[in-house]
């Protein structure tokens, strides 16, 4: 099961940004947080991770609270093609190996 | 181009056939996966691979089958003991299984439709 907890669906005005939740309450020392997004009938594409620092790429920046139990991930300044739906993960240790596991994680809806 | 190649991108079973979808990558992973993911659902694992000639059941492994005889492709087989198998699959590959630090690249996805 996943181990992390995202709305089911979120909205945003293009141009502003958008300020995507996850909750991972269980998180492990050594658990990375990854960031993926799927655009209907499309393989998710990676985003960002991060272990304890915030990051920031080209595309998003991602918020780690210091307890590391819950992420923000920023789109700074949303565009209509940033609508999709977005997955927050964590490293699930069935096995001792790194096996993702996928939520139904939050559908955003960029609107002019 | 580097990536992740799976075909066909749309494929039409009828009842009691099996299939096979492809996925080729290029970018030298050792691991590799494939998921289903039904209409408004999250991915669900079938089956993964860490190394050539090994490969593990993932959580919904019954009807399918995989192989791994080569590090850059992970076939598919959807048999006719899948009862439901329309659905988007997708592989996936990663450097390595072992370390959490280790990001996973997605192909295109296959649409498989019962007919």
């Known amino acids: 099961d996943a181990k992390t907890t995202q709305p089911t669906s979120m909205d945003c005005a293009e141009g502003r940004a958008a300020n995507l939740p996850c909750n991972h309450s269980?998180?492990?020392?050594?658990?990375?947080v990854y960031w993926y997004r799927q655009i209907h009938s499309q393989g998710p594409q990676y985003i960002i991770h991060g272990l304890k620092n915030n990051e920031t790429n080209e595309m998003a920046s991602l918020i780690i609270t210091e307890d590391r139990k819950s992420s923000t991930l920023i789109l700074p300044h949303a565009t209509l093609r940033d609508t999709a739906v977005y997955y927050c993960?964590?490293?699930?240790?069935?096995?001792?190996?790194?096996?993702?596991?996928f939520g139904r994680g939050t559908s955003l809806i960029v609107h002019p | 181009d580097g990536g992740i190649t799976q075909s066909p991108k749309y494929l039409f079973r009828k009842e009691g056939q099996n299939v096979t979808l492809s996925c080729e990558q290029n970018l030298n992973h050792d691991a590799m996966y494939w998921y289903r993911q039904d209409p408004g659902q999250g991915l669900r694992l079938i089956y993964y691979?860490?190394?050539?000639?090994?490969?593990q059941k993932g959580d919904i492994a019954e009807g399918y089958s995989v192989s791994r005889e080569k590090k850059e492709s992970f076939p598919l087989t959807v048999t006719s003991a899948q009862k439901n198998p329309t659905a988007f699959y997708l592989c996936?590959?990663?450097?390595?299984?072992?370390?959490?630090?280790?990001?996973?690249?997605f192909g295109e996805g296959s649409w498989l439709t019962v007919v």
């Open positions: 996936a590959s990663s450097m390595g299984a072992l370390y959490s630090g280790n990001t996973i690249y």
């Open positions: 691979s860490q190394i050539v000639n090994d490969f």
């Open positions: 993960i964590v490293r699930d240790t069935s096995g001792g190996s790194y096996i993702p596991t």
């Open positions: 269980t998180i492990s020392g050594n658990e990375y």
